[in-house]
């Protein structure tokens, strides 16, 4: 049973940073692609940032590059998003969620979707 969990969420002061992680059970990373989301309020969801974990290929969306990091390490089948200098507007519900293998061809277009998913955890940024 393929299962994502992810960490390392809270509050955090505007210019400050945290940490996520996501943690997967039941595959092995590799050859696949995992995908940070955000959900705030009355918002829509987007795509934050992506990640194929075979080559290490990243991809941001815009309004977080030069803040945002994602990094993989495929022996702990895990994924990683640093987030620097946080603002207010990163406060969301953040998701991660995983293909058991392909790329991430499209992950920033609206509706793009992967087959698993975490519970989320909260970011909340205090301005």
């Known amino acids: 049973q393929v299962q994502l969990v992810e960490s390392g969420g809270g509050s955090a002061q505007a210019g400050g940073s945290l940490r996520l992680s996501c943690a997967a059970s039941g595959y092995t990373f590799g050859s696949n692609c995992v995908v940070w989301f955000r959900q705030a309020p009355g918002k829509d969801r987007e795509g934050v940032a992506a990640?194929?974990?075979?080559?290490?290929?990243?991809y941001y969306v815009d309004s977080v590059k030069g803040r945002f990091t994602i990094s993989r390490d495929n022996a702990k089948n895990t994924v990683f998003l640093q987030m620097n200098s946080l603002k207010f507007m990163d406060s969301a519900m953040y998701y991660c969620?995983?293909?058991?293998?392909?790329?991430?061809?499209?992950?920033?277009?609206?509706?793009?979707?992967?087959?698993?998913w975490g519970q989320g955890i909260q970011v909340t940024v205090s301005s």
């Open positions: 990640i194929y974990t075979g080559h290490g290929g990243a």
């Open positions: 969620a995983a293909s058991i293998r392909g790329g991430c061809a499209g992950w920033d277009l609206p509706g793009f979707s992967l087959p698993y």
